[in-house]
Structure formats: C-alpha cells, structure tokens
C-alpha cells in the first residue's frame, strides 16, 4: 500500500504498489531488463482502476503506508475491484479500493474524518444558535 499527495494538494491518493510482479502484469523479459520496475495499481477518475509500470521504481512522490499479508487472496481481491471500475467519492475511491484489495475491507479514512467534520459544523449551526436573539429576550 503506497500514498502520495493528491495533485490538487488537499488530501491524499492511494495505491497499491506491486514489487515483485503477483499479478503477473510484468512480462519475463521485463523483469530482467527493469528489475526495479514497480506495477502502480490506482484508482482515480475519470479512468477508474487503471495500472502504471514504473520500469525505475515508485519515486520519491510515494510513501510505503502498508504491506499486503495475503498476497494470494489480494489477486483475488483486485479482481473483484476491476469488477466494479467505476470511480464514487463516497464509497469506491482511491483509498476504498486499496483498503478491499489490501484487507478485503473497504474503508476510506479520509472520507470518515470528513463525515465527522461536516457532522460537527452541522451541529454547531443547529444549536449553536446566534447570541444575539438570546440577549434581545433579557
């Protein structure tokens, strides 16, 4: 599991980073000619699920977040993903498509820690009130 700021610098982007070719999406002859090579599988619209070989490795604009345990049941977990392409903010992003191929769970945190947030303002708009109205009534 690999993040990396969003190109929009709020947030962050989420991938899944294959280093030693699981799903096979690496030809023989280009494991011996890149063995550094790096297969990013993301998410991200408008394309959806989509793969990038970085033949020189990830770069430093990623950052290692998680290693995947169960390498065999990721393969099949990514293909339940390719199953369902479509990019949805609110439930089929990024960060949800990294945490099902990685855990089988889909989760986005950044999503939840919004949630709460926009949870909290709403509350301090519905019962925080305005002061005014109340020292009009003393």
């Known amino acids: 599991m690999i993040k990396r700021p969003t190109q929009a610098k709020v947030g962050e982007h989420f991938a899944v980073a294959d280093f030693g070719n699981i799903p096979g999406l690496l030809t023989v002859q280009d494991l011996f ?4 090579a790096v297969v990013v599988i993301e998410h991200s619209p408008p394309d959806g699920l989509r793969y990038e070989v970085r033949y020189r490795g990830l770069g ?3 950052t290692v977040v998680g290693q995947i ?3 065999a049941a990721a393969r099949g977990r990514l293909q339940h993903a390719v199953s369902d392409p479509e990019w949805r903010l609110l439930d089929n992003n990024c960060e949800h498509v990294t945490w099902l191929v990685a855990t089988g769970q889909k989760k986005s945190l950044q999503v939840e820690g919004a949630a709460v947030v926009v949870g909290i303002v709403a509350l301090l708009l519905l019962f925080g ?3 005014s109205e109340k020292r009009e009534a003393v």
Do not use: I, K
Not at 33 to 36: G, T
């Open 129 to 131: 009130g305005d002061d």
């Open 69 to 71: 345990a169960d390498e």
């Open 60 to 62: 430093d604009e990623w």
């Open 33 to 36: 000619r890149f063995p550094y």
